[in-house]
Nanobody
Framework: QVQLVESGGGLVQAGGSLRLSCAAS????????MGWFRQAPGKEREFVAA????????YHSDSVKGRFTISRDNAKNTLYLQMISLKPEDTAVYYC???????????????????WGQGTQVTVSS
């Protein structure tokens, strides 16, 4: 499995920005499609964005499209989520995840992901 560690969360005012990072180790990071998910208190885990193993293809949920951007640096074994124009409803624990299969297309289904980080808290105040 791929070991994942998120960072970059914090408290920000509405309209602000944050960049989350996810450092990977273990298996070859560049072989795996990656994703970001989030979970707010009392709610189910929600898909945010996904990216192909090469970084060429990306997929964002409608709720974040135009505000969040997923990217990756395979040379640094790191996944990113740039978030701008943050809203209070973006408040959640954000998780990065690695797809269970190599060279797979981006996926929004959490069941397709086998490795998960511990999460990083993002809080957006109004």
């Amino acid at each position: 499995q791929v070991q994942l560690v998120e960072s970059g969360g914090g408290l920000v005012q509405a309209g602000g920005s944050l960049r989350l990072s996810c450092a990977a180790s273990g298996r070859i990071f560049s072989n795996y499609a990656m994703g970001w998910f989030r979970q707010a208190p009392g709610k189910e885990r929600e898909f945010v964005a996904a990216i192909s193993w090469s970084g060429v293809s990306t997929y964002h949920s409608d709720s974040v499209k135009g505000r969040f951007t997923i990217s990756r640096d395979n040379a640094k074994n790191t996944l990113y989520l740039q978030m701008i124009s943050l809203k209070p409803e973006d408040t959640a624990v954000y998780y990065c995840a690695a797809h269970r299969s190599t060279y797979h297309n981006p996926s929004s289904d959490p069941r397709d992901f086998a490795s998960w980080g511990q999460g990083t808290q993002v809080t957006v105040s109004s």
